[in-house]
Every structure is written in C-alpha cells, then in structure tokens.
C-alpha cells in the first residue's frame, strides 16, 4: 500500500522547534509535489506549505519566517523544520502528495492529494 508515514510530532513549549518527517511508502517521490497540511480543533483542515518537485517551496503568512520544508528525493523524505512554534500552531499535521510538474506549487485543491500521511500531533503548550 502507498502511502505517507509521518514522525516526529509531540508536546513543545512556546518558542521551540519540532522537525516533522513525511516517508513515502512504496512509492517514488521524484514527481510529487507536497503539500503540507494542519487541523486545529474545531477548525477545517488548511494548507499552510508546498514544496514543488522543483524544491521550491511556498508558505502561508501564518508560517512564513518559522517553518521550513525541504525534500531529500534520495531518502524520499519530505522534512518540516517549525521553529518558533506558538500555541496557535497547535494541530494534527500531514503531508499529502500529489503528480503536478509545476515550478510553483500551492495547497488547492485538497482532493488532488492521492497520498496522505496519518497526522501527526503538535502541541504547543508551557
């Protein structure tokens, strides 16, 4: 089964850093493009950071400055770098893969996404 395995989630306080990573399983990363996703409780679940399959990556005012992704096709490894973290970064994150060639990349729509990981929690919390 093809799919994303995710890590490196769990409890950080105010102004620390988490790095999240995003496996794919049984697949190729080469021509996906990635797009990363968070849900806060009792919000819909929204794109904040793509990578295209061209390493370019692009992020949502919210994360801009913080956040980090980076692709390792080599390992086929997508990483998320969150420094900085706030109590209102606190969701489930996942990675989401999808066949798109372009040099810029974006987070819609949602359900172009083929692959997705299994979320991953993030709380920021003292």
């Known amino acids: 089964q093809s799919q994303f395995v995710e890590s490196g989630g769990g409890l950080v306080q105010p102004g620390g850093s988490l790095r999240l990573s995003c496996a794919a399983s049984?697949?190729?990363?080469?021509?996906?493009?990635i797009g990363w996703f968070r849900q806060a409780p009792g919000k819909e679940r929204e794109g904040f950071s793509c990578i295209s399959i061209f390493g370019l990556a692009e992020y949502s005012d919210s994360v801009k400055g913080r956040f980090t992704v980076s692709r390792d096709n080599a390992k086929n490894i997508v990483y998320l770098q969150m420094n900085s973290l706030e109590p209102s970064d606190t969701a489930i994150y996942y990675c989401?893969?999808?066949?798109?060639?372009?040099?810029?990349?974006?987070?819609?729509?949602?359900?172009?996404?083929?692959?997705w990981g299994q979320g991953t929690q993030v709380t920021v919390s003292s």
């Open positions: 049984n697949f190729t990363l080469t021509t996906y493009e």
């Open positions: 989401a893969g999808r066949r798109r060639s372009a040099y810029v990349c974006n987070n819609h729509p949602q359900n172009d996404y083929i692959y």
